[in-house]
C-alpha cells in the first residue's frame, strides 16, 4: 500500500471512530451537551435564515411588485432621473410618454408605468373613511396581474390621459383587493376622495373585488386619474415601469430611454444577488450573518469545550493504546463539525419552516425561501465551527495519561 493510500484509510478510520463516538456520547453519556450544540447551532441558522428571507423579499419590492411582467424598470438608488426628488423617493419621469414609445417597439406587447399612492377613499353614499393603497397602471387588451391584481375589469387604455394633456373623459374604475373591501362595512358601489382632502368629488365605481394571495387593501385604477390625484401629471411621474414582451428587447428599450436605471428581467427577481442591489437588504442580510456566525461560534465553542472536558478520560485511553497526538486531535475535531453539521441541517428546516409560518401569519409574503439557503447555512454552520474548534482542540491537548491517572 502506498503513503497516500494508507493516509487515506488512516484519515477514514478517525472518521469512523469519531463518527461512533460521537453517536455513543449522544445516547449514552453526554447527550445533554451534545443536543445542546446541536440546538443552538439548529436556532442560529433558521434565525438566519429567516432574516435573510425577509431581506430577500425587501428587495423584491413588496405588495406593488407582485405582478406578471417580463422586465421593471425602476430608480437607482442614488440617481436622480425624476424632476421631484423628495420625501417620497425618487421615482420615473416622464413615464407616460416613455410607456408609449416602448409600447410601439419591435417585440414588445405591452408597457404600463406603475404609480403607487395611499389614498383616504370614503363611500360614496355615506361611511367611514379608510386608506387603500393606489396602483394607477395602464391597461390593455390583455389581462395582466399588476400588485396581484388583474386589469381584465378595467376599460383598455388610460382615456384620462388621451394625448397628454389629461383633460379626457375618467374612466373612474377601480378593483379592489378583499383586504380593502372588507374595510368598508357598508360594501359600497362607489368610493370616492375623503371629503377633508378636497370639496371636488373624485371618486371610482366598483369594477370588481379580487382575492389576493398577499392580503394587502391595495387597489387597480387607470394611471392618469391617479396621477391627477396625486398631482404629478404635469411630470408624468411613476414609481416604475413595467414591460411585458421579449426580456432582451424590454430591457434594451428601458436602457435606451431611462439608461440610469435599475432594470430588472423578473426571471431573476427572487435571485438572492437581487439584495445587493438594495442597501437595506444588504445590510440586514449581512448584520444577521456576522451575528449568526458569533453566537453559533460561541455556542459551538463552551458547549463542545465542555463536552470534551467531560471526555477526556477517553482521550486518556485513546493515548495509553498509541493513538499519536494529532490523531486524538483529529477525532476531536471531526466530532466537532459533525456535531454543528447536525444542527445547521435541523436548522434549515426550521428556518424553511418559520418563513412559512411568519407569511402565514401576516397573510402576507413578507420573507422569501430559496434553494441558494441550503449551502448558505451549511457554508455559515461550518465556518463558526471552524471558529470554534480552537477551543475543543486545546481542552484535548491538555489531556494526559498521567493527569487521569492523578484524577
Known amino acids: 500500500m502506498t503513503d497516500d493510500g494508507r493516509r487515506r484509510g488512516q484519515f477514514a478510520g478517525l472518521v469512523e471512530l469519531a463518527l461512533t463516538r460521537l453517536w455513543k456520547q449522544a445516547t449514552r453519556t453526554t447527550s445533554g451537551r451534545l443536543v445542546a450544540t446541536v440546538a443552538g447551532v439548529?436556532?442560529?441558522?433558521?434565525l438566519l435564515l429567516l432574516v435573510t428571507g425577509i431581506a430577500l423579499g425587501l428587495a423584491g419590492g413588496g405588495i406593488a411588485a407582485a405582478d406578471d411582467a417580463d422586465v421593471r424598470i425602476g430608480p437607482a438608488e442614488e440617481t436622480v432621473v425624476a424632476s421631484v426628488d423628495g420625501v417620497e423617493g425618487v421615482r420615473l419621469g416622464e413615464a407616460n410618454e416613455h410607456a408609449a414609445e416602448i409600447r410601439s417597439e419591435p417585440d414588445i406587447e405591452h408597457a404600463s408605468p406603475v404609480?403607487?399612492?395611499p389614498v383616504r377613499l370614503e363611500p360614496a353614499d355615506g361611511g367611514e373613511s379608510r386608506i387603500v393603497l393606489l396602483v394607477g397602471v395602464v391597461p390593455n387588451n390583455e389581462p395582466r396581474t399588476i400588485a396581484g391584481l388583474s386589469t381584465a375589469r378595467l376599460e383598455p387604455g388610460d382615456p384620462?390621459?388621451?394625448d397628454g394633456t389629461f383633460d379626457g373623459p375618467r374612466a373612474e374604475e377601480i378593483v379592489l383587493s378583499e383586504a380593502a373591501a372588507e374595510r368598508f362595512e357598508s360594501d359600497p358601489e362607489r368610493l370616492v376622495r375623503a371629503s377633508d382632502r378636497s370639496d371636488e368629488d373624485?371618486?371610482?365605481?366598483?369594477?370588481?373585488?379580487e382575492a389576493t394571495e398577499e392580503g394587502h387593501p391595495v387597489a387597480l385604477v387607470h394611471l392618469s386619474e391617479l396621477q391627477s390625484l396625486a398631482g404629478t401629471e404635469r411630470d408624468g411621474l411613476a414609481d416604475r415601469l413595467l414591460v411585458w414582451g421579449d426580456a432582451d428587447a424590454a430591457t434594451a428599450a428601458g436602457?435606451?430611454?431611462?439608461?440610469?436605471?435599475?432594470i430588472q428581467q423578473t426571471a431573476t427577481a427572487t435571485n438572492p444577488a437581487a439584495m445587493f442591489d438594495d442597501d437595506l437588504a444588504?445590510?440586514?442580510?449581512?448584520?444577521?450573518l456576522v451575528v449568526g456566525i458569533g453566537i453559533c461560534a460561541s455556542f459551538i465553542t463552551t458547549t463542545m469545550g465542555m463536552t470534551v472536558e467531560e471526555d477526556r478520560?477517553?482521550?486518556?485511553?485513546?493515548?495509553?493504546?498509541?493513538?499519536?497526538?494529532y490523531s486524538r486531535l483529529a477525532v476531536v475535531?471531526?466530532?466537532?463539525?459533525?456535531?454543528?453539521?447536525?444542527?445547521?441541517?435541523?436548522?434549515?428546516?426550521?428556518?424553511?419552516l418559520a418563513i412559512l409560518t411568519v407569511n402565514r401569519l401576516v397573510e402576507s409574503t413578507v420573507a422569501v425561501a430559496h434553494p441558494l439557503f441550503v449551502p448558505y447555512a451549511v457554508g455559515v454552520a461550518l465556518v463558526s465551527g471552524l471558529l470554534a474548534v480552537p477551543y475543543p482542540l486545546v481542552v484535548a491537548a491538555r489531556t494526559t495519561v498521567l493527569d487521569e491517572v492523578g484524577r
Open 115 to 117: 404609480l403607487v399612492e
Open 42 to 46: 439548529a436556532l442560529t441558522i433558521a
Open 255 to 262: 436602457e435606451d430611454r431611462y439608461p440610469d436605471t435599475t
Open 202 to 209: 373624485i371618486g371610482f365605481d366598483i369594477a370588481a373585488v
Open 160 to 162: 384620462h390621459y388621451g
Open 282 to 288: 444588504f445590510a440586514t442580510s449581512l448584520i444577521a
Open 333 to 352: 475535531g471531526i466530532s466537532t463539525l459533525a456535531t454543528t453539521l447536525v444542527g445547521a441541517i435541523l436548522g434549515i428546516g426550521l428556518g424553511w
Open 313 to 325: 478520560r477517553v482521550l486518556a485511553v485513546l493515548e495509553a493504546i498509541g493513538f499519536p497526538a
